[in-house]
Structure formats: C-alpha cells, structure tokens
C-alpha cells in the first residue's frame, strides 16, 4: 500500500527537509499551524504510536531526540515549544504514518481543540 510518508522518507515525493539522520526524516510542514511547524517521521513505515512495540523502543527514542534537535536548530528551544503525536481518529491523525509535529515560534493554547 502506498503512504505519503514513506514516499517523502525515500524521496519520490519532495519535501522541505530540515534534516535526516539514519532512522528518521524531519520536513516542514505543507500547512504550518505556527512559525515553526516541522514533521519528524521515521523511516520504517509504523502506522501511529499504537502500532508501536518493545522492539520499537530505541527507534521511538531516537525520534524524541531528533525533535528535539529539530527545536534547537530552527531556534525554538529557548522560547518552548511541543511535540505532538496525533493518534487515530478521535486524536486527529490524518497521515497513517507516525509522526511527531514539532510546533514552536508563539504561544500554543492549552488544552487543545
Ligand atoms: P496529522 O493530522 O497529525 O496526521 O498531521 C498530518 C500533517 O501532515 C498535517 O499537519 C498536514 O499539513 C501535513 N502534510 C500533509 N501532506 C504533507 C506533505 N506532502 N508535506 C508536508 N506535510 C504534509
Ligand atoms: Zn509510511
């Protein structure tokens, strides 16, 4: 089955790419909710957290860690910002390809819609 972020990890469909490490790819998003709104994905297909296993445990680690590394890069760190992982339906996913959004650059509401 194809899956748009597969598609954008191995480069058939382009993307703004904010930086790439062996297990994941980060990319800005097509339809920014805030001045830094960023997608760090990882390369191996897994549908949301919920598809997740004990064997995924230091692929979901090393994402955490390029979030955050995303966030200092693009200069949100000091100012905060939040890393979200929608899930399903009620959570509002709406890419069935895990994905952390990174969101930084004003004050975010709480809690959200
Ligand atoms: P979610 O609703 O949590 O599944 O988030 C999916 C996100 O992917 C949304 O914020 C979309 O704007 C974003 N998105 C969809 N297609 C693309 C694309 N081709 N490139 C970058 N971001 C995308
Ligand atoms: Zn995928």
Redesign the pocket.
């Known amino acids: 089955m194809s899956c748009?972020f597969c598609d954008?990890a191995t480069k058939k469909?382009p993307?703004k790419v904010v930086r790439e490490d062996e297990y994941t790819i980060a990319?800005h998003?097509?339809?920014p909710?805030a001045p830094t709104h960023v997608?760090v994905i990882p390369k191996k297909h897994l549908t949301s957290i919920s598809d997740a296993t004990e064997a995924d445990a230091a692929l979901l680690g090393h994402l955490m860690l390029a979030a955050k590394t995303v966030a200092q890069e693009l200069g949100v760190q000091d100012g905060g910002y939040r890393i979200v992982l929608?899930t399903g339906t009620n959570g509002?996913?709406?890419?069935l390809h895990l994905?952390a959004?990174v969101l930084g650059g004003r004050a975010l509401a709480w809690p959200p819609g």
């Not at 509002?92 to 890419?95: L, P």
């Open positions: 748009l954008i469909i993307a990319f998003d097509i339809n909710a997608l929608n509002g996913q709406s890419v994905h959004h």
